[in-house]
């Protein structure tokens, strides 16, 4: 897996360089190590194992992990009707 310090952009790369170089490769580690050999899973269902783990399973953070992703990608009336719903 790339080390953050080999992210391109002349020693200051920005979080859109990050998140663009260290995700896939974070991705595809963790469909080697954490599916068995015949699964498929996508890249949405890694991705929603990372943050369950990264958040210990618990539920608050989880959820605020993707009202956050919402309100990040300007969804914002969105985030008020998920909200609603908890």
């Known amino acids: 897996m790339k080390n953050l310090n080999d992210v391109p952009n002349n020693g200051n790369p920005s979080s859109d360089d990050i998140i663009h170089n260290v995700m896939p490769q974070l991705i ?3 469909k080697q190590k954490a ?3 015949d699964a498929a899973p996508s890249d949405a269902e890694v991705l929603g ?3 369950s783990k990264f958040n210990q399973w618990d539920r608050d953070s ?3 992990t993707f009202v956050e992703a919402l309100e990040d990608s300007n969804h914002h009336s969105d985030v008020e ?3 609603e719903l908890v």
């Open 28 to 30: 595809q580690t963790i």
């Open 35 to 37: 599916y068995v050999q």
């Open 49 to 51: 194992l990372i943050v």
């Open 62 to 64: 989880i959820f605020e």
């Open 81 to 83: 009707i998920v909200r």
